[in-house]
């Protein structure tokens, strides 16, 4: 029998038996990574949640140096923190050097910049996604990073076994820090080294099998956590109708009220610029109380500009964008967005509701209440529990409008609401909009659908290449005579791109 098969075979003896040295070995390099691992999180996820939406001079900068740090050697980190900690050093008086707490700051010195790097690039991915709709609801930059750490918390969980990884596999920060001392700062890593260099091969060989296992068992953890999130969001493509729950209202829309009250929006000469690009010429117009304004026009018209602009995503570039007290209340007024398709995190239908709440500061007592009350109003009730993912396309863009609706919003922005909605989730969804409107509350949309700008809209605005062309109220738009591009689009004469 060969000298390797005879060592793995001893050393599968140790294993097997439980050697002592072998468990105290193991037992310290799992506290001593664990313990860094947690440390580097706590810095590491801040961080990169925070760079993600910085926005000052140098950032390009500091998003430079955190990515030349992931390529610096253990050896130079265990040097630096060695001088650090050394009797002369400016951390001498800690007394920590060759132990296991001078371990653990070195592995954090080393994973921070791996965990910081790879949440920034998380947090833009996710950001890219759903990080407008989270500013909707009124999350303000570092709130929105830190969402959607908890939105994408399996992907977390990734980033800190990758750090992990790194941490209990690095050999050369531990072994200038610890000095590995038998029994005191001796981990696998350093074990290994000093038992192959002495010749000792079957500890050695049980040392790396045990940190193969550990690594394998952490990544299989995570593999069946990820297999379980995805059979739990896939969303139910079952009939909406379940025992107990009958579904929203889906009654002929109501006609939309012609009698709007005072102004709540006014832009003065607002216009959008993106770089060369004018997305919104100069435009001044008021949007009124109680009135239903739609924003029709061919591709690339400027509907989707104005409709953010309106609502406060983008600030403008040129003139300016005043939200108007309400009278009597002296108030500002709410606004709430319903997007085309909704952005729900990674928790319950409930939760998902009582975030928005919880942003726009409704005081706690009053979110279950106001919460339950919108997800019966858009027929969720007893859906609640469910993951929001795993809802059906039409449920999911219901459970946006109970999130929106429990903000109790004096004026809803709708970006497409129903263009990716089968017919029947197209009605219900389109009703209950309807329901809002009926209740007072302003509704500006943006859509390709005319049937619907008839159904609910009391107003029209007709956008060509960045302006208003079109500003007339709902009946008059379809029965008068139109400038030949509107007249076109109307026919469904005007090609796609606009």
């Known amino acids: 029998m060969s000298t390797v098969a005879d060592s793995l075979g001893l050393a599968l003896q140790l294993v097997a038996g439980a050697d002592a040295e072998l468990l105290g070995i193991v037992g310290l390099s799992l506290r001593v990574s664990l313990s860094a691992c947690l440390l580097g999180a706590g810095v590491g996820l801040w961080l990169g949640a925070w760079l993600a939406v910085a926005r000052f001079r140098g950032v390009g900068g500091v998003v430079w140096l955190l990515n030349t740090l992931l390529a610096l050697p253990s050896v130079v980190v265990g040097l630096s923190v060695y001088l650090l900690l050394s009797r002369a050093g400016p951390l ?8 296991p707490t001078a371990m653990v700051v070195a592995q954090s010195v080393l994973v921070v910049p791996l965990i910081a790097a790879l949440t920034r690039r998380l947090v833009l991915d996710a950001l890219a996604e759903g990080g407008e709709q989270l500013q909707s609801l009124g999350a303000g930059p570092l709130q929105r990073a830190l969402l959607m750490l908890v939105h994408e918390r399996l992907a977390v969980l990734t980033v800190l076994l990758t750090a992990f990884g790194r941490a209990i596999s690095e050999v050369g920060a531990v072994m200038i820090v ?13 074990a290994i080294a000093l038992e192959t260099s002495k010749g000792d091969l079957p500890l050695a060989l049980a040392l790396g099998l045990v940190l193969l296992g550990v ?3 952490v990544n299989l953890g ?24 009958h579904g929203p209202p889906r009654e002929p829309v109501s006609p939309p009220r012609t009698d709007p009250g005072p102004d709540l929006l006014r832009l003065d000469a ?8 004018h997305a919104l010429q100069p435009t001044s117009l008021n949007v009124r109380r109680g009135e239903s304004l739609a924003l029709i026009g061919p591709n690339g018209a400027g509907k989707t500009s104005l409709l953010r602009l309106l609502h406060g995503l983008l600030p403008p570039t040129t003139g300016r964008r005043m939200a108007v007290p309400l009278q009597p209340e002296g108030r500002a007024p709410v606004a709430a967005m319903l997007f085309q398709r909704p952005f729900l995190l990674h928790l319950s239908a409930e939760r998902n509701v009582l975030l928005g709440l919880l942003l726009q500061g409704v005081p706690a007592a009053e979110r279950p209440a106001r919460c339950d009350e919108a997800l019966r109003r858009v027929g969720l009730q007893g859906l609640g529990a469910r993951d929001a993912r795993s809802l059906s396309g039409g449920q999911q863009q219901r459970l946006a409008l109970a999130r929106a609706w429990a903000l109790r919003p004096d004026i809803l922005f709708l970006d497409e609401p129903t263009a990716s909605l089968d017919p029947g989730a197209k009605r219900e969804v389109e009703a209950l909009i309807a329901d809002v409107a009926a209740a007072g509350v302003t509704l500006v949309m943006s859509t390709h659908n005319l049937g619907q700008v008839k159904r609910l809209a009391s107003r029209v605005l007709y956008l060509e290449a960045g302006r208003v062309a079109v500003d007339l109220p709902a009946p008059g738009f379809f029965a008068a005579d139109l400038p030949a591009d509107a007249a076109a689009f109307l026919r469904g004469e005007r090609p796609w791109a606009g």
């Open 92 to 99: 001498g008086s800690l007394g920590i050097l060759f132990t």
């Open 178 to 190: 610890g000095g590995n001392i038998d029994g005191v700062t001796r981990v696998m890593t350093t």
């Open 215 to 217: 690594v394998g068992i």
């Open 222 to 245: 995570i593999a069946l956590l990820q297999a379980r999130a995805a059979t739990a969001t896939t969303p139910d493509l079952a009939p909406a109708a379940r025992p107990g729950h």
């Open 270 to 277: 607002a216009g959008l610029r993106f770089g060369q690009v």
